[in-house]
């Protein structure tokens, strides 16, 4: 049997996968490989690496400290050519490239411990990519390239940004490299806002939220009966923007414990999909 994790985009809400890969790390599960698209890419790079109790732990302690300057650095003029159009993002890429370049322990996909593939998107055909070899920071960062966000990344000629796009749960390419059991970690969506975001980042993330969710829900509904699907339920409810990092300690305290108590009781096989249906509190 192959098991693989999937991990899906959410921003500062992939510190909900973290909660969750504790939880499965305490429980002795350990993937064969790993799929990641956005934020997902980010925290699979770390577990194909580091899968057991002490480096998901480690990976929880840097989540703790992040701050939203440190992903998303706003640099005024930067965010002037973006809407004057002489740039293609409106924030500069560095501050996750710094993150990832101090953390990640191998510089190359192809040399990851547990194989760890990334999803991004072609820009000009918007066929969902997998990069399974190269190097490993500018992979993740395509991966995680929200568009207009950060600017595409150019790999073996084409520029490619955020696979979320197109695929941001890619249980399709799970399937394609040969697992029989995929354990599926969503972050889910902010479902609970009190009022709609006003910055124009922050409604971005959510409006990209609310898209990843909707289509891995049709995946789920697509793969349960084809695989052995078991989708880790997200949180809910959540009122934390995903731009915002400060509550990072709080979700993945609140995911760990979730998913605990998930593991010990009996979960539904099929009609999984049901727990990603759009709702309000």
Known sequence: ??????????????????????????????????????????????????????????????WRSLSRRDVFPTRPIVGLLGFLGLRSSLVPDTGLRRLL?????????????????????????????????GDAVDAIVASAAIPAVFSPVKINGRDL?????????????????????????????????????????????????????QRLAIDVARFEDAVDLRVIPPLCPIAISPIDFSQ??????????ATRHWLSARHPVNGQAALLEPHRH
């Open 1 to 62: 049997m192959t098991t693989a994790f999937v991990l899906s985009g959410g921003a500062s809400l992939g510190s909900i996968q973290v909660g969750m890969l504790l939880a499965l790390a305490e429980a002795g599960i350990t993937p064969d490989l790993i799929v990641g698209t956005s934020v997902g890419a980010v925290n699979g790079g770390w577990v194909a690496s580091r899968p057991d109790v002490a480096g998901v732990g480690a990976l929880a302690e840097v």
């Open 101 to 133: 370049t101090g953390h990640l322990e191998l510089s190359r996909l192809e040399e990851m411990p547990i194989p760890f593939h990334v999803v991004a998107t072609d820009v000009l055909s918007g066929e969902d990519v997998l990069l399974s070899s």
């Open 248 to 257: 990072s300690a709080s979700l993945i305290e609140r995911s760990h414990a």
């Open 161 to 213: 940004f955020d696979g979320g796009v197109v695929n941001n749960t890619p249980l399709s390419h799970a399937v394609a490299l040969g697992a029989d059991v995929i354990w599926v970690l969503p972050t889910g969506y902010a479902c609970a806002l009190h009022k709609s975001p006003r910055a124009a980042l922050a409604m971005a993330l959510h409006a990209v939220t609310l898209t990843v969710n």
